[in-house]
């Protein structure tokens, strides 16, 4: 069974950073290129970043690239998503996702406000 765990939301102020992690189960995790995207309230999900298998090719939307960074750590079965200089408009649920499921996680809740 495939299952997401992320964690690492929080509420921070604009200009601050989070670390988000997110550890997955039920597949082969170092063969799975992975993804993380967000929700914001009322808007659709929207892609955010995505690694490779070895993590050495990385990519991200326009609206986060400079910003955050992705990485992960294929023995612990984990993803990051680390975030700088975040703004309100980064305020969503963030999940990972690997690249070739449908499964979805929970997701961790990003506030960003005074």
Known sequence: QVQ???????LV??????RLSCTASGFIFGA???K?????????????????TTGRRRD????VKG???MS????????????????PEDT???????DKSDTWGQGTQVTVAD
């Not at 993380?36 to 490779?52: H, L, N, S, T």
Request: proline share 3%; with cysteine.
């Open 32 to 34: 799975a290129v992975m």
């Open 60 to 63: 991200y939307a326009d609206s």
């Open 92 to 98: 969503a649920v963030y999940y990972c996702k690997a």
């Open 36 to 52: 993380w995207y967000r929700q914001a309230p009322g808007k659709e999900r929207e892609y955010v970043a995505r690694i490779d």
């Open 72 to 87: 992960r750590d294929n023995a612990k079965r984990t993803v990051f998503l680390q975030m700088n200089n975040l703004k």
């Open 13 to 18: 102020q604009p200009g601050g950073s989070l």
């Open 67 to 69: 910003r955050f960074t």
């Open 4 to 10: 997401f765990v992320e964690s690492g939301g929080g």
